[in-house]
């Protein structure tokens, strides 16, 4: 089965910066496009930032200028540096990526999210 994994997260004063990864797993074929996602205590969940397998980007504009996601295809892996954090940026952070993927015989495409990780930016 494919399996996206977290880590990065974890608290930081204002200003300072955060780097997050997700590595996916798994008989993994290609990934799409790879994103990453947030949630903040009484807020839907929104779109931080995507790449697509090209290396297109697209931020949410409250983060543009401030984030970078890039991805590293060999690995299965997606990253999202984070620059000038805000206290407003505190929030559980997820990544998403669309697999295709091989499961015996057959294969699939689906959507796949990792676990979440906490980020928090203090005052």
Do not use: H
């Amino acid at each position: 089965q494919v399996q996206l994994v977290e880590s990065g997260g974890g608290l930081v004063q204002a200003g300072g910066s955060l780097r997050l990864s997700c590595a996916a797993s798994g008989t993994i074929i290609s990934i799409n496009a790879m994103g990453w996602y947030r949630q903040a205590p009484g807020k839907q969940r929104e779109l931080v930032a995507i790449i697509t397998s090209g290396g297109s980007t697209n931020y949410a504009s409250s983060v543009r200028g401030r984030f970078t996601i890039s991805r590293d295809n060999a690995k299965n892996t997606v990253y999202l540096q984070m620059n000038s954090l805000q206290p407003e940026d505190t929030a559980v952070y997820y990544c998403n990526a669309d697999i295709y993927y091989r499961d015996r015989a057959k294969y699939y495409t689906n959507d796949y999210w990792g676990q979440g990780t906490q980020v928090t930016v203090s005052s």
